[in-house]
């Protein structure tokens, strides 16, 4: 099929697609983002789009990836966002495009810690072989683990995501089991009807398989494993790929790894000694790993480091030993067996290779010193990405905010990739205004919290309440509540109240709450209508300057770090922040900065030219007019 009909088949499916839709509408930055898509997979070349609020890129992806005939990976960044696709748009896709004669074979595949594994709720069902890890159960666990077997025997799938209640963490641990712990389908008696493996022969007999970003790195790590093969990766949300890649083809060890290896292990082998021995390893490495919290280390490591990762190996070492010479002819025994052994054999893995990190790697501690994590992450993700992706596939990758140096951050090919932006289609001039505050005083003076307070209070009432003030620190968050809360006529939610999803629920049903969130917040937050009409940012959300990776990858920079790292990063921060005020084309509102530094700092116009296009005002009593006639719509 040649580009023009490629293109041309995509766009008639889609029209036929999106002609179903309830008030469909024609979007031109939809049908382009379409056009390009399947341009880029006829010609085998990488695309970087990026596509606003409201453009439909969804189906702009899926549709031309699906006309094309190749097999499609779709690796999003959430699982939320991957439950959207199974739930809503690939079963709509899959009846529009078969009454075009179109057969879409889809499937999500998760890690194997989101399905109910069959062996380990047997195994809890036979006393006689659990009876210790019963014994310490609590009468609720052990409920819930009842209720959760009866919904095995009707779940298709036994994802935990189809639950319509939420087990607590110690029942859906006793019913599952992670990667580094499963012994796989052919050793295992419950293989051939285990959930995990059941997704996996859905994957294999499907054009368009849906993953997280994060499994996605674990199979590139894992050199290309995992995942069935394909011809296409989209990657959705991909402002994250660099950050996750970091994570998942990189070694973290934390001290409760330790916790959990001598749980598994304490499930089959009776010997309190050699398990206490593995368990206690936990404030081994606590007590290492504190002192360097947040900071990165030198190579080789500190002597305090290296001689707890060697302490590691003498234990793994005896223990691994110690559940090899057990010899059982129980089955469910045997399972237990081969997955202290795996798990065992994992972590030692992630020991050894600590202890010989390479130059192109960046050692450092990470979490808090309560609960410190050793990371060692990859200098440049660019390679790995390129070895596994990029010479393998043809990649895909969109966002709504996409940073300037995502290409050159993730190692893409110059003469092999295309970048478009195709816009949104709401009418932001007329529906947003940018409001920088100009004459607050810089976010480093000790005057910067009490005039945002201040800032804060007048919006608030302007508005009515309809705000999400978003901050950059949780000090600055909590300062600004006891400042305004008393102050406004309409209550305040903070992130500190209650879970995410039951957050925005609540701050979504009432017009005049407000609601205070940090960083976590400023993506993933859908409220459109006229709960949200101000959304304000205390400060332009530069990464941390010790951040020990980045400052790694500064260094190599050199001059030219602020304007690759930092700058983009804030830059696409600042614009998904500001992407929560306007979802539909009937929404209107303000979007208010607090930090001067956007109305007066030498990069001020690379971060402006990142947001959508809003009217800019600096003065407040133009906003709170707009606002009070917001009140009135």
């Known amino acids: 099929m040649s580009d023009s009909h490629s293109s041309a088949a995509a766009l008639a499916a889609l029209d036929a697609v999106t002609a179903a839709l309830p008030a469909a509408e024609q979007r031109p930055g939809q049908r382009q983002m379409a056009k390009q898509v399947a341009a880029a997979i006829e010609q085998g070349r990488h695309l970087v789009v990026q596509a606003g609020t409201g453009t439909g890129k969804t189906l702009a992806y899926l549709v031309p990836a699906i006309v094309s005939g190749k097999r499609t990976v779709v690796a999003t960044a959430t699982k939320a966002l991957q439950d959207q696709l199974a739930t809503k748009d690939l079963p709509f896709l899959t009846e529009q495009l078969g009454r075009q004669g179109i057969e879409v074979e889809w499937a999500v595949l998760k890690g194997r810690s989101n399905y109910l594994c069959l062996q380990r709720l047997r195994e809890t069902n036979n006393p006689a072989q659990a009876q210790l890890e019963l014994d310490e159960m609590s009468a609720t666990t052990k409920l819930e683990i009842k209720k959760l077997g009866e919904w095995a025997v009707a779940s298709d799938t036994g994802d935990q995501a189809e639950l319509d209640w939420n087990p607590s963490d110690t029942s859906w641990r006793a019913v599952s089991v992670g990667s580094d712990e499963c012994p796989g389908a052919d050793r295992c008696p419950m293989g051939h009807e285990c959930f995990a493996e059941l997704a996996r022969r859905r994957a294999q007999a499907a054009n368009v398989i849906v993953v997280n970003t994060h499994l996605y790195g674990l199979h590139v790590g894992s050199g290309g494993v995992i995942l069935p093969e394909h011809d296409v990766t989209i990657f959705d949300e991909s402002q994250v790929l660099e950050d996750t890649m970091s994570d998942t083809v990189g070694v973290q060890i934390a001290p409760g790894r330790f916790v959990t290896v001598g749980s598994t292990v304490r499930r089959f082998l009776e010997d309190p000694q050699l398990v206490g021995a593995i368990t206690d390893l936990a404030s081994v490495f606590r007590d290492a790993l504190s002192p360097f919290t947040g900071q990165r280390l030198t190579a080789p490591l500190p002597d305090p480091i290296v001689e707890a990762l060697h302490e590691a190996q003498l234990r793994l070492t005896r223990i691994g030993e110690a559940v090899q010479k057990i010899e059982t002819g129980v089955e469910d025994a045997q399972q237990r067996k081969l997955r202290a052994q795996r798990i065992i ?55 709504a905010t996409i940073p300037s140096s995502l290409s050159r951050r993730v190692g893409l090919p110059k003469t092999n990739t295309t970048e478009v932006d195709v816009g949104s289609p709401f009418d932001y001039d007329s529906q947003a205004m940018l409001y920088c505050a100009m004459h607050l005083p810089p976010p480093k ?189």
């Not at 949200?532 to 951040?547: A, E, H, N, Q, T």
């Open 345 to 399: 054999t994992r972590t030692m893995e992630s020991v050894e290779a600590a202890l010989v990190a390479s130059d192109g790697t960046v050692p450092f501690v990470s979490g808090s010193r309560d609960n410190p994590r050793l990371e060692i992450a990859p200098l440049d993700v660019g390679p790995t990405l390129d070895a596994g992706v990029w010479q393998q596939h043809t990649a895909i990758l969109t966002s």
């Open 445 to 633: 003076s000790p005057k910067f919290r009490p005039a945002v307070a201040e800032e804060l209070i007048a919006l608030i009432e302007a508005a009515g309440g309809r705000t999400l003030a978003l901050f950059t620190s949780w000090a600055a968050m909590d300062d600004a509540v006891e400042a305004v809360r008393g102050k406004v006529s309409v209550p305040i939610l903070t992130q500190r109240d209650l879970p995410k999803p039951a957050l925005v629920k609540q701050f979504a049903e009432s017009v005049e709450t407000c609601l205070f969130a940090t960083t976590g917040m400023f993506q993933g937050v859908d409220v459109p209508g006229s709960t949200l009409s101000l959304v304000v940012i205390d400060k332009l959300p530069f990464p941390r300057p010790d951040d020990p990776l980045l400052s790694a990858r500064r260094e190599k920079l050199g001059p030219n770090a602020f304007a690759e790292i930092d700058l983009p990063r804030a830059a696409t921060m600042l614009a998904q922040a500001s992407g929560r005020l306007i979802r539909n084309a009937t929404d209107r509102g303000v979007v208010a900065v607090l930090d001067s530094r956007l109305g007066s700092a030498r990069y001020r116009w690379e971060i402006v030219k990142a947001l959508p296009p809003m009217k800019r005002t600096r003065d407040r009593t133009e906003v709170e007019t707009f606002l009070r006639s917001l009140r009135d719509e």
